[in-house]
């Protein structure tokens, strides 16, 4: 039954953010439904980015970058990326950490200092049920 139900979200996914579609139900019959982007549910609706240049972060270290977002409230979800992040050894986390304040984490669990250029910062917050 969970192959079914995955394949029509996948299906559902597959259409993009183009309105009214119709897929094909697995279990017989269609589906209508209106497709929404993820940041249609997201703080504004929008990414907020801001710059951010984390340099070297030492062996076991951490860098952190506070973001003003109005509306994040603590306890809400928090989706981020950072533009020139190149390894797979870094590890990006974040948090609402207060009212409409995103606090990014860039944690190197590497033997060695890892140097991150300067880039972009993205941060989707969704709102906590």
Known sequence: MSLLYEKVVQEDLNVGTSGSVVVTNPGGGSLLGTQIGIHSVAVGQV?????????????AGYEAKDVTIPGAA????????????????MILAGNVSAADTVTAILFNPTSGAIDVDEGTLSILVFKSL
């Open 47 to 59: 990414a907020f980015t801001d710059t951010w240049d984390p340099s070297s972060i030492d062996a």
């Open 74 to 89: 603590v306890g809400d979800f928090v989706l981020l990326s950072l533009s020139t992040i190149l390894t797979n050894d």
